[in-house]
């Protein structure tokens, strides 16, 4: 089959690889139908690449047809039409029953010290092939695939992989009160999303910054009140003016949407770079301890969220080295949530919204379609952020 690989930084190329095959009676195969590149492929494509090999194939958010299914998956059969979670978990240990399926007790890389083994994500997260391809195959179908009807269109549902319940999960943890307000920093696809969740979910004002005007158009047609970055000099001005729309105090709760795509420490992103040149076993060390701790975001929304408000993580960090502002948090009694998506935590709650009146706007929520044989181009268009791009899908 045809499949996106990594081949170095900023280097991915659709090669031929083996075609999947059932391994193990939990195994599913399905034909992808469309498969999304996310923000966090870019971490792979970019700063996270002593943590892979030449060859991983690459993509977490996919949708598809069943072409196989193991002896062990009851609920499956071939012809059903499906979404894959980006997390891969059994259902059945104390953590998946807990509402926690991205800390499954079953697939946790515990050599690695991670929560559960995620598709196409480096080895820190098992090193499974991923999904931007012809063909994947789908450990523990038992449980992670959630079936969806015939006929809408694709981008009806391939969300529900990893974009919606991200940005459900995001909200949730925000706690954003009926008619509370909330600020979204970073617009892209999981901030884009969030902001569309807190609104039908019952946010009285939501703010969304960001520096794509491509981005904060899109957000702002949707009625959310942008603040554009580079409109002001320093972050504490940008404080200013949202809490001016807060009675003085600061939007309730914070939604951190940014992760290590954040522009913060020049330093942090020297050793990122260096770190990519060093040898494999010195690399890893090195990246995970250092690499991505560029936090501007995240003190950005300590700074920004009311005293007794929530901020809630959805962008990805992975280093250790950048100190957070512990009197800060503590004098300003702020509560933070943060983790994976918890994918079938909120499946179930998210698709009675995805109707045909479409309230999260999910139908035209993709700004580029491309074959994947254009996935190359597009990773490099959205790394750059060209175009306007904001969410690209791909059709094998």
């Known amino acids: 089959m045809r499949a996106l690989t990594w081949q170095g930084k900023r280097d991915v190329r659709v090669e031929n690889v083996p075609d999947p095959r059932i391994e193990e009676p939990t195994d599913a195969v399905i034909r992808i139908t469309s498969t999304g590149l996310c923000g966090s492929d870019l971490h792979l494509y970019e700063v996270l690449t002593p943590f892979m090999t030449p060859g991983d194939i690459l993509g977490h958010e996919p949708m598809g047809i069943v072409e196989e299914v193991g002896a062990a998956v009851p609920d499956l059969q071939v012809g059903d039409r ?32 991670m929560g ?80 569309r969740v807190a609104q039908v979910k019952g946010a009285g004002r939501v ?37 001016d729309q807060t009675d003085g105090r600061g939007p309730d709760a914070v939604i951190d949407a940014v992760g290590t795509e954040a522009h913060g420490s020049a330093a942090a992103r020297l050793v990122q770079n260096a770190s990519a040149l060093l040898p494999r076993k010195l690399s890893g060390p090195m990246a995970e301890r250092f690499s991505v701790d560029r936090l501007a975001a995240l003190h950005t929304a300590i700074e920004l969220v009311r005293r007794g408000g929530t901020i809630s993580i959805s962008g990805v960090y992975g280093g250790m080295a950048d100190p957070m502002p512990m009197l800060t948090l503590f004098d300003k009694q702020i509560q ?28 035209d929520f993709a700004t580029h379609r491309v074959p994947l044989a254009e996935a190359p181009q597009a990773y490099a268009m959205f790394q750059k952020k060209e175009d306007g791009a904001v969410k690209v899908l791909m059709q094998p």
Do not use: H
Request: proline share 8%; charged share 20%; net charge negative.
């Open 207 to 243: 703010f969304g910054v960001d520096l794509v005007p491509e981005r904060l158009r899109r957000a702002r047609e949707r009625g959310v009140e942008t603040f554009d970055l580079r409109s002001f000099d320093d972050e504490k001005e940008l404080v200013a003016a949202i809490r």
């Open 116 to 195: 559960a083994a995620l598709f196409g994500y480096t080895r820190l997260y098992g090193a499974v092939p991923g999904a931007q391809a012809e063909y994947l195959r789908v450990p523990q179908a038992q449980y992670g695939p959630i079936k969806v009807p015939e006929g809408p269109p694709d981008d009806r549902f391939v969300y529900l992989s990893d974009v919606l319940p991200t940005a459900w999960q995001a909200v949730a943890y925000a706690g954003v009160p009926q008619g509370g307000s909330v600020a979204v920093l970073g617009l892209g696809p999981i901030g884009d999303m969030a902001c």
């Open 82 to 113: 499906v979404v894959v979670p980006f997390q891969i978990a059994c259902g059945n240990c104390w953590m998946c029953l807990t509402g926690l399926p991205t800390q499954c007790e079953t697939t946790q890389v515990s050599s690695e010290g």
């Open 336 to 363: 933070m949530r943060m983790g994976q998506a918890n994918v079938r935590r909120w499946s179930d709650e998210i698709i009675p919204y995805l109707t045909d009146e479409d309230p999260l706007g999910v139908e």
